[in-house]
């Protein structure tokens, strides 16, 4: 089905969905549990289809592509520099893949596209004048290699018992809800982080790095300062503090790491058939990345909403916006 069956162009043909931007039935009130239901279950849901195959992808990781504990007894530069090949290598492959099929081969033009312009290829913004170099740039010479670094570190106190570990054997319920909370500390740090982000010193130093995408593309998503990659994947020390296993660890971390291409392909829909296509719930960003103040993080926990910088799409959400910016004598 075509894109005017879900949405509608501007004046500058510029296209966004008719739906507006829901938070789900998590924190609806009275609660719903046959739609709670439906939504952790339900393709798209909490589970399916990204949250169980995270979970998988970092169980896979963890089994194939780490080495064993008590190889990080001692901090190795060359163990980091097998982690760092490892998680470019992921990098690579996931980034890649959402920017070839979107951006070089085009398989949908510009079809559920919000911005229909095509990333900037010669602008003095962007490092190197061009836009994807730019956002590879910084997320493959800063971004993964932080992430790195995180991981590094965590698998030395892992291995030194500086963090507890807990026993899947012993502790399976324990084991599997951890997996559970996962998306919730990676959106609630997200969220906090990204405030602080905004903070105007903190902005202008850092975080404009990562906005000068008003049009983002997969690579934009980890294209940030190194300042901002610092705070950004500060959420994993949080394993300093809740026992868990490395496995969690790795899976917060590769979300972190990767999870930021899905979030910004520019597109609200990936068709995958004539009648067939995949909601991606992807507006909610794509509006903190036109309008820079608005919704700081985008998922089930209504951050936004309770903090008052919520946008859903409306009209009247944007007449909202626009009432606290007079206010503000902006």
Same mark, same amino acid.
Not at 22 to 44: C, D, N
């Given at each position: !089905?075509?894109?005017?069956?879900? =949405? ?42 990204? %949250? ?29 520099? $097998?982690?760092? $090949?490892?998680?470019? $290598? ?8 959402? &920017? ?42 800063? =971004? ?7 991981? !590094? ?40 982080? &990204? ?15 990562? &906005?000068?995408?008003? %049009?983002?593309?997969?690579?934009? @998503?980890?294209? !940030?300062?190194?300042?901002? &990659? ?26 972190? +790491? ?49 903090? @008052? ?19 503000? +004598? $902006?």
């Amino acid at each position: !089905m075509g894109e005017s069956n879900f =949405g509608r162009e501007d004046s500058r043909g510029d296209w966004s969905p008719d739906k507006p931007i829901s938070y789900g039935p998590l924190f609806a009130w009275p609660p719903k549990p046959r739609a709670l239901l439906t939504w952790f279950f339900g393709i798209p849901g909490y589970l399916f289809p990204w %949250n169980l195959a995270y979970a998988i992808a970092a169980i896979g990781i963890w089994f194939f592509l780490t080495p064993s504990l008590d190889h990080f007894q001692t901090l190795s530069v060359f163990w980091f520099g $097998v982690l760092l $090949v490892r998680n470019l $290598v992921l990098a690579l492959i996931v980034y890649g893949a959402w &920017h070839l099929w979107l951006y070089v081969f085009r398989k949908q033009g510009t079809d559920f596209k919000y911005n229909r312009k095509w990333p900037d290829g010669n602008s003095k913004r962007f490092t190197f004048n061009n836009q994807t170099y730019d956002n590879m740039f910084w997320t493959l010479a800063s =971004g993964v290699p932080i992430w790195t670094c995180y991981e !590094m570190l965590l698998l030395w106190a892992y291995s030194n018992g500086y963090a507890t570990i807990i026993n899947p054997v012993e502790n399976p319920v324990a084991f599997t809800l951890i997996f559970l909370l996962v998306p919730f500390v990676h959106e609630v740090g997200f969220y906090f982080a &990204h405030r602080f982000l905004h903070w105007p010193p903190l902005y202008r130093i850092a975080h404009q790095l990562h &906005h000068r995408n008003t %049009n983002p593309g997969p690579w934009s @998503g980890l294209s !940030m300062h190194p300042i901002e &990659h610092v705070i950004y994947f500060s959420s994993v020390l949080i394993f300093f503090v809740i026992p868990a296993h490395p496995v969690h660890m790795i899976n917060l971390l590769s979300r972190l +790491g990767v999870a930021p291409a899905e979030g910004h392909t520019g597109f609200d829909r990936i068709v995958t058939g004539e009648e067939n296509s995949v909601d991606r719930s992807y507006y909610a960003h794509y509006l903190h990345h036109k309008y820079f103040e608005v919704n700081y993080a985008d998922g089930m926990v209504p951050l936004d909403k309770w903090f @008052g910088s919520f946008h859903d799409g409306t009209p009247e959400a944007h007449e909202k916006m626009k009432e606290r910016r007079r206010r503000r +004598g $902006v």
